[in-house]
């Protein structure tokens, strides 16, 4: 019986700035059809620009409509948008972001699917330009990473950290700008997360 693979997220699980228009979804895919062959079908409804309150609005449409048996989240980059040299509260409050995770969390586990979230990636900072009005913090990411782990854990999900292996990469190699991997880049997180799927015998 075929299984249904959903993934959520931002312009990093849509395939940003991957040279082969693939991104790190599409190339889990043609791995799982080499070793899972017609096991497995996926729904990409990562969307650009998204943050986590999105993300929820669009589980209520997206997700209600069809039977999923594995969710993977990768969304929150864009929660973090601060102005550049700023200690000013970030645009969307640690509160709220907190409220819409369990939100998110809440509604997919009552849809049976099973569900993986993965934490955000480190950003190179210094790659955003002197003309930047808005740019991420890695401290932001690295607290928000902990607030995430929390919920996750609180609700008995799985919780993929990947930040502190990706921080001592050479990640001038691995992104296109600040935020988003290039194709090597994608390709190394399809990789990743093929594994971790793997190892917790979710495939």
């Known amino acids: 019986m075929l299984k249904r693979i959903g993934i959520i997220g931002d312009s990093i699980a849509h395939g940003f700035y991957d040279a082969e228009d693939l991104g790190w979804v599409a190339r889990l895919g043609k ?33 209600s409509s069809r039977k999923f048996d594995l969710i993977i989240l990768n969304i929150g980059i864009n929660d973090l948008r601060r102005r550049k040299n700023s200690d000013l509260q970030l645009d969307f409050s640690e509160g709220a972001r907190i409220m819409y995770w369990e939100k998110l969390l809440e509604f997919l586990q009552s849809t049976g699917a099973e569900i993986v979230v993965a934490d955000l990636l480190p950003v190179v900072e210094e790659k955003y330009t002197e003309d930047a009005s808005l740019i991420r913090y890695n401290s932001d990411v690295v607290r928000y990473n902990e607030i995430i782990k929390d919920i996750c854990a609180e609700y008995k999900i799985l919780f993929f950290a990947r930040y502190g292996r990706w921080k001592v990469r050479d990640l001038d190699s691995l992104y296109q700008d600040a935020t988003h991997p290039n194709a090597e880049g994608h390709q190394l997180l399809a990789e990743e997360i093929f594994e971790f799927l793997q190892t917790n015998s979710l495939l």
């Open 31 to 63: 791995m799982m059809l080499r070793a899972y062959s017609g096991r497995y079908v996926f729904s990409n409804m990562a969307q650009y620009g998204d943050n986590v309150a999105d993300a929820y609005h669009r589980a209520l449409n997206e997700v």
